[in-house]
Every structure is written in C-alpha cells, then in structure tokens.
C-alpha cells in the first residue's frame, strides 16, 4: 500500500513536471512581510553559501529542521563532487510548497515539493545549482545529456527515491527500453535544439510525460556509466560543454556513437528486464505509454 501511495505520489508529480499544469512562482500570493515571517537563514558547514529557506506551505518547526538537515547534507555531498570553473551563487533561497507540483531550480532558488511524502528531488536540484546548465543567462543552452544526467545520477547516490527510476536501478530501464525497441538516440539529447522539443517544450502534449521519463533515464544511465567506468574527473571534462560531442572525443578517445554503443552493451551484459511487477510498483503510468510515443523519437535522423 506504501508503494502504490508512492507510485501515485511520483505519477502526479511528473505530470506536474512535464505538462505545466502548476505554474511555479515563488512570490504568487504572498506578501514580502509574510515570506519574512517564514524565513530560516543558515550557512553553510564551510561558510561559502548562506541558504534561505522560506516556508510556503506553514510547514511545522521539525519539518523545516528536517529540510535544514537535508539541505546541509546535501551541499556537503555534493560540492566537492567534481572539479567546476563555475561561479556558485553566495546565497540560495529554497521555496517549501505543499503538496505536489513542478520542482525547479534556477540560478539562485529552487522551488521545492512532495515534501511530506519525501520523494522531493532535493539532492537533483541542489546540482543544477551547485553545477550550472548553459550559462546563466540562457538555462539548457548546451542539451540536456550532462546535465539531467548528473542530478539523475546523484538523486540516486545520495537522495531520497524519486522520478525517474523509482527503486528500480536506472541501468534496469535502460535494459527494459532496449528490450521495447524504444530508446532516444543520445545526440538527440546533445543538440540543445532536439533537447529543447525532447526535455524542456511546454507543449502539453499527451506524450509529453513518458517522453521526459525516458530522456531523464536515459541521460541518468549513460552518465552513471560514464563515471562509473571512467572516473568521475573525466566526467567533469565534459560536463555542460558548449561543444559536448567533440569534447567526448578528446576526453575519451572515442566519439559519442562509440561511447553509447559500449554503454549500451554494458547495460545488456550486466542487467535485466525487470519483472512487470517491479515495472509497476512504480511505473505502471509510463510503461502503458510507451507505445503512444510518436516512434520518430526513436529514429537516428542525421
């Protein structure tokens, strides 16, 4: 029964997510002197980035303690993760909101929900921060490969459960879509042009929900590979990279094709399909998609 409230749970908050259905707005409704009143102010363990958490949805004190504690754990796990020349922002404010809706994170803020469900992407949106996407003043400008692939990777390795994979291990889906025949060529994924229609369209369409799914599993497994296999220090290398595919040939000495064809075997050699019940236990609503899926997604058009 945890489960299915779970699995109920995650399938409303892509929905959220991908369809635009909640609007996110940090300061909708609510008075400078109100969000003053629920501010909490801290900094971090090392002194380097003040946090400001406001409580949105008048969470009780050992709820925001909770948060705090999250928080803080979080950015200690995280910041020394890999080598970066990017500018982290001093201050970051985190919006709490009740109930489901679209966790984001921008430059400085990052709204956050399912918090009294705790399958809150925390760990996902504090690398988007901590890392950067694109530069600052246009978001996603270099694909969404490196960068979706990373928070994956990291909401799995030190966050709690949550989309895209559930309990399942990511490499699993990964072994499911290849048995589907449905998986999105990753130079799709590289072209900020492919990414932008793939991951980050407002389009509302009925497909559009499965669609993001699998880009983030997908992304989430071929950088779990990459690190995995070759260090996380090459990684950095060619992390958010204005010119991915080139990078990857002279950091790996092989060219994306390459790269996802072993990464591919790797998948098939070490892992299975996993049961439909263990499918189900969390993504009955996407499984039953798939096929709806224009099957163009899945064609190499170069």
């Known amino acids: 029964m945890l489960k299915k409230r779970i699995f109920i749970v995650l399938?409303?908050?892509l929905l959220l997510l991908t369809t635009g259905c909640q609007k996110v707005n940090t300061r909708t409704g609510s008075s400078k002197e109100k969000e003053e009143k629920s501010l909490e102010e801290y900094m971090s363990n090392d002194e380097e980035i003040t946090f400001k958490i406001y409580n949105q949805g008048n969470f009780p004190k050992h709820k925001l303690i909770q948060i705090k504690e999250e928080v803080l754990m979080s950015y200690d796990q995280l910041k020394n993760l890999m080598t970066t020349h990017y500018e982290r922002p001093e201050n970051i404010n985190i919006y709490l909101f009740p109930g489901t809706g679209r966790s984001m994170a921008t430059r400085n803020d990052i709204s956050l929900y399912d918090l009294d469900t705790s399958t809150h992407s925390l760990v996902h949106e504090m690398t988007h921060i901590l890392y950067g996407m694109g530069d600052t003043k246009s978001p996603y400008q270099y694909g969404a490969l490196t960068q979706e692939g990373l928070a994956v990777y990291t909401q799995n390795e030190f966050g709690n459960i949550t989309s895209p994979n559930g309990d399942l291990n990511v490499h699993e889906l990964i072994k499911y879509f290849f048995e589907v025949e449905k998986l999105i060529p990753l130079y799709k994924l590289v072209n900020p042009e492919e990414a932008k229609l793939i991951v980050y369209s407002s389009t509302r369409s009925e497909d559009e929900p499965t669609r993001i799914w699998m880009a983030y599993a997908q992304a989430g497994s071929f950088v779990t590979y990459l690190i995995?296999?070759?260090?996380?220090?090459?990684?950095?290398?060619?992390?958010?990279?204005p010119d991915l595919e080139s990078q990857i040939k002279k950091i790996y000495n092989m060219d994306l094709d390459e790269l996802e064809k072993r990464w591919l075997d790797y998948v098939n050699i070490n892992f299975n399909v996993p049961s439909s019940a263990r499918l189900n236990n969390y993504l009955e609503y996407f499984v039953n998609r798939i096929d709806n899926i224009d099957g163009g997604l899945f064609k190499d058009n170069r």
């Open 11 to 13: 399938m409303i908050l």
């Open 228 to 241: 995995d296999e070759y260090g996380i220090e090459k990684f950095s290398e060619i992390y958010d990279h």
